[in-house]
């Protein structure tokens, strides 16, 4: 029976060609800056997003935690909606690896209100008063919506004229920059520093990269090596992320297999599709289960089927498409979605 794994994009398996390319890297020792294929894979990412420079980080969490830790001092105060990934994924890493505050803002969207923002900010000087020591976005946002570019230059406007800088994790804006259909420099240059993921829809089977000011970066360096992130001969790593920065351009299939999914999915009676419409690669659902019926049967009987998803989180479903599902395996899902939902299955 083929598997069909719709928990995450990160499930994806290395492509021949990273294989190849990981078995033949030049490799170094890149905690003394010497590894070619690290340097390499830097400065590509950092041309492709127009940043001045670049560093390999080994996953998402821990870039923007690195990225938290080089931008604030203990005790400031971070601005950013309250169902963002630092927010709700992280383990409450930033209260322990930068040790600052998040001061959240609830919204559905992703999409943080200006006028929230900026009455957020700390604007005066006072003994009782945190410092606002950064504003971060999520673009594309774990909930499945592009932020448009025109919102990231308004809050991108607002940061400087208090001059906070802005971080955007980012592990997902080679899907924002396909949506969107814009170079993917157009959304980072929204942002002082981004992060984006190697090892979700870009296949590559390790790492993500943080980028910034030259400046920005050397002191993450120093920052990575604090964190335990000083990598020996990442290089074989590394020559899988190159490859992975040329799979972006295939993310348009998965965008086609997610809207196909929730089209699907959308016409079974008791399952409720959104964002409306899909945006990115991930579909997520409301589904209203008849007993003896529980979320924990439910996914129990699409394992046994051969569907792999997470348990629903606060009473929501998602399915990710990615490269490693094709469009029959949306058809084959939704027959057993809807074969359990009508009991069809049992």
Same mark, same amino acid.
């Given at each position: 029976?083929?598997?069909?794994?719709?928990?995450?994009?990160?499930?994806? +398996?290395?492509?021949?060609?990273? $294989?190849?390319?990981? %078995?033949?890297?030049?490799?170094? @020792?890149?905690?003394?800056? @010497?590894?070619?294929?690290?340097?390499?894979?830097?400065?590509?990412?950092?041309?492709?997003?127009?940043?001045?420079?670049?560093?390999?980080?080994?996953?998402?969490?821990?870039?923007?935690?690195?990225?938290?830790?080089?931008?604030?001092?203990?005790?400031?105060?971070?601005?950013?909606?309250?169902?963002? *990934?630092?927010?709700?994924?992280?383990?409450?890493?930033?209260?322990?690896?930068?040790?600052? *505050?998040?001061?959240?803002? =609830?919204?559905?969207?992703?999409?943080?209100?200006?006028?929230?923002?900026? +009455?957020?900010?700390?604007?005066?000087?006072?003994? *009782?008063?945190? *410092?606002?020591?950064?504003?971060?976005?999520?673009?594309?946002?774990?909930?499945?919506?592009?932020?448009?570019?025109?919102? /990231? =230059? =308004?809050?991108?406007?607002?940061?400087?004229?208090?001059?906070?800088?802005?971080?955007?994790?980012? !592990? $997902?804006?080679?899907?924002?920059?396909?949506?969107?259909?814009?170079?993917?420099?157009?959304?980072?240059?929204?942002?002082?520093?981004?992060?984006?993921?190697?090892?979700?829809?870009?296949? !590559?089977?390790?790492?993500?990269?943080?980028?910034?000011?030259? =400046?920005?970066?050397?002191?993450?360096?120093?920052? $990575?090596?604090? /964190?335990?992130?000083?990598?020996?001969?990442?290089?074989?790593? !590394?020559?899988?992320?190159?490859?992975?920065?040329?799979?972006?351009?295939?993310?348009?299939?998965?965008?086609?297999?997610?809207?196909?999914?929730? +089209?699907?999915?959308?016409?079974?009676?008791?399952?409720?599709?959104?964002?409306?419409?899909?945006?990115?690669?991930?579909?997520?659902?409301?589904?209203?289960?008849?007993?003896?019926?529980?979320?924990?049967?439910?996914?129990?009987?699409?394992?046994?089927?051969?569907?792999?998803?997470?348990?629903?989180?606060?009473?929501?479903?998602?399915?990710?498409?990615?490269?490693?599902?094709?469009?029959? @395996?949306?058809?084959? %899902?939704?027959?057993?979605?809807?074969?359990?939902?009508?009991?069809?299955?049992?």
């Amino acid at each position: 029976m083929r598997i069909i794994d719709l928990r995450s994009d990160t499930v994806t +398996k290395p492509t021949a060609e990273m $294989r190849h390319a990981m %078995a033949n890297a030049d490799v170094g @020792d890149d905690v003394y800056g @010497d590894d070619p294929t690290i340097i390499q894979l830097e400065t590509a990412a950092a041309q492709l997003l127009n940043k001045e420079a670049a560093l390999f980080v080994p996953s998402g969490t821990f870039g923007n935690q690195l990225a938290l830790l080089t931008h604030c001092k203990r005790g400031d105060e971070v601005i950013l909606d309250d169902g963002c *990934h630092i927010v709700q994924h992280e383990c409450g890493a930033a209260a322990v690896i930068p040790g600052v *505050h998040l001061r959240t803002i =609830e919204t559905e969207t992703g999409q943080m209100p200006l006028v929230a923002v900026e +009455k957020r900010v700390r604007k005066a000087e006072d003994i *009782h008063y945190p *410092h606002t020591g950064l504003i971060c976005i999520e673009n594309a946002h774990s909930n499945g919506r592009v932020l448009p570019i025109s919102y /990231m =230059e =308004e809050i991108f406007g607002l940061a400087q004229q208090y001059k906070i800088p802005v971080h955007m994790d980012g !592990a $997902r804006m080679f899907n924002a920059a396909e949506y969107l259909r814009v170079e993917p420099h157009v959304i980072a240059d929204c942002v002082d520093t981004v992060m984006f993921c190697l090892s979700k829809g870009l296949c !590559a089977p390790v790492g993500s990269l943080l980028l910034g000011t030259e =400046e920005f970066i050397q002191l993450a360096r120093k920052n $990575r090596k604090l /964190m335990g992130g000083g990598m020996r001969q990442a290089g074989i790593l !590394a020559a899988a992320g190159l490859e992975a920065l040329e799979m972006r351009h295939r993310l348009k299939k998965d965008h086609k297999h997610a809207r196909l999914l929730g +089209k699907w999915l959308g016409q079974i009676e008791g399952v409720i599709v959104y964002p409306k419409p899909i945006q990115a690669n991930i579909v997520f659902c409301n589904i209203i289960l008849a007993p003896p019926l529980t979320p924990e049967s439910f996914v129990q009987r699409l394992a046994t089927a051969g569907i792999l998803v997470n348990p629903p989180e606060d009473g929501v479903m998602r399915f990710v498409t990615h490269n490693d599902v094709r469009e029959s @395996d949306m058809r084959r %899902a939704v027959d057993v979605v809807r074969a359990v939902l009508t009991r069809d299955f049992w």
